[in-house]
């Protein structure tokens, strides 16, 4: 009751602000995100067999105006309209911030640059680097990451994982539409199911008798362990995708009954470019 009431107090402050100067842009926001899957659609071209995707950097170089300004549009939403936007809308706001900052990171030096990794240095990572004007402040990656998708309490959603792209081919695939507030969660479980059915990440390995999957389920172990969208471990989160993972039926079994070893693929941080 408490939070609805905050929301109609917000939402009345935002309509009496729109009769007393406040910028046009931020009188509303376009919830569906149709200047960045434009881009999207545009520039993202899907391989192996739609399971992973690569990016017309070029493309978006000449486009680069048109992405700028839709991040100024996610710029322009001040804390307290966002404090408005339901959960899921909250979610794709963040991630789509996060992918198309990531983008717009990459051209910052695009083509002198084989990895995202090259836009670092010994002090600063690319992820730790103030660049993304966002909620009336500037954000690193991580903080829209870490601290903002993340956050215990928030969200509370593994499947992030397989949204953000970090522009390598070793990450889970930029989608080729924005995402939006009211499908998110069928395009969550979507990027799931389409990272977990590719064997360049993701896969069981007969001789090993072990699943080999991404080093994302090493680094964010954490989050497929604390029972978050029911998930209480790294082997009952694989056991929904065993027909993904292996073709014989004796070893898709095997996942299922999460009786199994784990080992991490090496993570692959060439730029993930459709050159």
Request: glycine share 6%; proline share 4%.
């Amino acid at each position: 009751m408490i939070d609805n009431q905050r929301r109609a107090l917000l939402a009345a402050a935002l309509t009496l602000g729109a009769g007393h100067g406040m910028p046009a842009r931020a009188q509303s926001f376009d919830h569906t995100h149709a200047a960045w899957s434009a881009l999207l659609k545009k520039h993202v071209v899907l391989i192996g067999g739609g399971h992973a995707s690569q990016v017309r950097y070029a493309g978006m170089a000449g486009d680069r105006a048109a992405l700028k300004a839709y991040l100024a549009t996610l710029a322009a939403v001040a804390p307290a309209m966002f404090d408005t936007f339901s959960k899921p809308q909250q979610m794709a706001f963040l991630i789509n911030a996060y992918n198309a900052a990531t983008v717009e990171l990459i051209l910052t030096k695009y083509p002198k640059l084989e990895s995202i990794k090259d836009l670092g240095s010994l002090l600063t990572s690319p992820w730790k680097q103030k660049i993304v004007p966002l909620l009336g402040t500037t954000l690193t990656l991580d903080q829209i990451e870490h601290e903002n998708l993340r956050a215990r309490g928030r969200y509370d959603d593994p499947r992030v994982h397989f949204a953000v792209n970090c522009a390598s081919v070793g990450c889970p695939m930029l989608r080729e539409e924005a995402f939006v507030g009211d499908r998110l969660d069928a395009q969550l479980d979507e990027q799931a199911r389409r990272f977990m059915s590719d064997r360049s990440r993701n896969r069981w390995s007969p001789e090993k008798q072990k699943l080999e999957v991404s080093k994302i389920f090493d680094w964010y172990g954490e989050d497929f362990r604390s029972g978050l969208k029911g998930i209480a471990s790294l082997n009952a989160f694989a056991a929904r995708y065993a027909d993904m993972l292996a073709d014989a039926p004796a070893d898709r079994e095997r996942i299922r009954s999460q009786k199994f070893e784990v080992s991490f693929l090496d993570y692959d941080w060439k730029l993930n470019d459709a050159r």
